[in-house]
């Protein structure tokens, strides 16, 4: 699947969801988390298409940048569920809170896409095969979600799931123990698993001889 292809999909997921939600719970939050939502369940794959790209010694820059572009596509993927969501609920003439409210609602839709995306990322590390990847980005978090539904129902979803957390940052008021429960999710689902399969891939990489052509670029040797 292409860039545009599911980029198309994405935005069109959104739009068919801010619509069906909008008619059924009238209100901009109301809203919002749906769309948000469902939005997340595509926005990981951009994340594993910047990881699952050649992999080569020095590599390791090209794949920053790709991490830091796929950042910013799930931000604005955020962003374009935000506004879905406010033209839906002005179509339909839905409640709207407060301005506080409702810019705390946008910059969580913006963390929701982040945690997504960068689960994203570490599938697309974890296998180099981009449909496989893709798949983990849903069954691996779901079927954690579904698992702690049952052995420990109650606030542990939110605490250690990006489902369950997303919907917390999506409904919730902000206070400490929203921040809080971020930051574990962000511990658990980012940072340690995008770290921990850099560091595998650069020791890899690091222990690959160098391709003859590359040994033998003149430009090389004059760099």
Known sequence: MTHKRLTLATL???????????????GFRAVLEPVQLTM????PFFGVLAMTGPSHPGADHRRATRLLSALALAAGFALAGSLLAALATALT????PLVPRTAWLVLAAVLVQLVAQLVGTACGLLSRRP???????IVIPMTVT??????APGGA???LTPFGNARSLLTDAPTGTTFAALGVVVLLWCVLPNAALLAIHQRREAGRPVPAAARSDPGSANS
Do not use: D, F, K, N
């Not at 449909?131 to 980005?137: D, H």
């Not at 579904?146 to 052995?151: C, G, K, N, P, R």
């Open 131 to 137: 449909l496989v990847a893709m798949a983990a980005t």
């Open 93 to 96: 003439g839905g409640a709207w």
């Open 40 to 43: 997340s369940v595509l926005v």
């Open 12 to 26: 069109l997921l959104g739009a068919v969801t801010a619509g069906l939600a909008a008619r059924s719970a009238p």
């Open 146 to 151: 579904a698992v702690l539904t049952v052995i």
């Open 157 to 159: 979803v939110r605490w």
